[in-house]
């Protein structure tokens, strides 16, 4: 999906892609460890979408 929107982006000559996270990601807690999981997950999804644009 990312890659479609930075493909859209730019065709269009601009545009940002954010994505939202807590300090859940880097601070897990043994009472939520789903929902810490997931903001991991976007956080590392996120440094992986920047590497892929910065090379394309």
């Known amino acids: 999906m990312a890659t479609t929107l930075f493909i859209q982006c730019e065709k269009q000559g601009y545009g940002q892609l954010v994505g939202l996270s807590s300090i859940g990601a880097f601070m897990p807690s ?27």
């Open 30 to 56: 043994p009472s939520a460890p789903a929902y810490h999981a997931s903001k991991a997950f976007v956080s590392q999804y996120m440094k992986s979408v920047q590497k892929k644009i910065i090379a394309f």
